[in-house]
C-alpha cells in the first residue's frame, strides 16, 4: 500500500469568480483512487481457497501506545514484535531438521497481513491432512505461550510495560481473493477476529471444520480444550467454540453463563 498527499506541484493559480484562488488540478486529484488500496485490478474475478484464518491480537495494545513518548517506544516494540513473531510461527511449523532442510507439521501460511491492531494469517488447508489442520491450532497456542514466556521478558529490558498477552482466534472456512491476489476476505477471517475477542478467553477456534473425534488425537485436544456454544456478533448465537478448559475454569460466574453446554 502507498500513502496519498499533494505535493507542492499539484497545486496550480486560477481564478474563481474573477478572485485569485489556489486549486488543486484535476490530474493529482485523480490519483486518489483504488489503486491507493495496493491489491491490483478490483475488477478481476475472485479465486476461492479452502483457509485457515488466525487473528492475533495485542492485549493491551491501546493502552500502550497511550504511555508518553510513544513514538520512541511503539515502533521499536512493533519491529521487535513483528520479527519475533514471524520467526516463531515459522519455528512452530518445523518438526525436523536435516542437513538439506526440513520437515514440518504443516505447511506456512500462504498470506500475512498486518492490520494495525492485529496480525492475519492464513493458511492453504485445502490439501492438509486432518492431523496438519490441527497441527497448526496446536502450533499456534505455543506460539502465545513463547509470547509471555519468551518474547516478553526480553521485550520488557527495551519498553515500558508492553502489552502483556498475545490474543488468537482461529476459523476455518473460504477466503476469496481480492484484486490481483493481494488481499483476501471471508466470514472464517471474521469468525477469527471475533473468537479471539470472547470474553474472559485469550486463544479459542472455531469447531467447524476440525476433526476432533480421530482416535489418536492429540491429547492437547482431549484434556486441555473443552467445546461451548457461543453468540458472535454479526455471525450467529449459537457457535462451537472450543476454548482452553483453563481458562473457561477461570472465568466469572458472570462470563461462564456467555458459554453454553452444546
Known amino acids: 500500500m502507498t500513502t496519498f498527499k499533494f505535493e507542492t506541484s499539484d497545486y496550480i493559480k486560477t481564478k474563481i469568480d474573477g478572485k485569485p484562488r489556489k486549486v488543486i488540478s484535476k490530474e493529482a486529484l485523480e490519483r486518489f483512487n483504488t489503486s491507493l488500496l ?3 485490478d478490483l475488477r478481476q474475478s475472485a479465486t476461492s481457497t479452502d483457509a485457515i484464518a488466525a487473528v492475533f491480537d495485542l492485549e493491551g495494545f491501546t493502552n500502550f501506545c497511550k504511555q508518553i513518548e510513544p513514538q520512541l517506544s511503539v515502533p521499536l516494540f512493533l519491529s521487535e514484535f513483528l520479527s519475533w513473531l514471524m520467526e516463531d510461527v515459522k519455528n512452530e511449523m518445523v518438526n525436523e531438521v536435516a542437513p538439506e532442510g526440513f520437515s514440518v507439521f504443516s505447511p506456512l501460511p500462504f498470506f500475512v497481513k498486518f492490520m494495525g491492531d492485529g496480525i492475519l494469517f492464513l493458511w492453504d488447508s485445502s490439501d492438509m491432512s486432518e492431523a496438519n489442520r490441527r497441527n497448526v491450532v496446536i502450533s499456534l497456542h505455543q506460539v502465545c505461550n513463547h509470547y509471555r514466556n519468551r518474547f516478553l521478558p526480553q521485550v520488557r529490558k527495551k519498553v515500558v510495560e508492553p502489552p502483556a498477552y498475545l490474543r488468537c482466534g482461529i476459523a476455518r472456512g473460504t477466503v476469496f481473493s481480492v484484486g490481483n491476489g493481494e488481499d483476501f476476505v471471508g466470514s472464517c477471517i471474521n469468525m477469527a477476529a ?67 453446554e452444546p
Open 38 to 40: 495496493g491489491v491490483g
Open 194 to 260: 471475533r473468537i479471539q475477542k470472547l470474553p474472559g478467553t485469550r486463544f479459542a477456534f472455531n469447531r467447524r471444520g476440525f476433526d476432533l473425534e480421530s482416535a489418536n488425537i492429540a491429547k492437547f485436544f482431549k484434556e486441555r480444550v473443552v467445546i461451548k456454544l457461543v453468540s458472535i456478533r454479526g455471525i450467529g448465537e449459537n457457535e462451537l467454540i472450543a476454548i482452553l478448559k483453563s481458562e473457561f475454569d477461570s472465568l466469572s460466574a458472570e462470563d461462564k453463563e456467555r458459554y453454553r
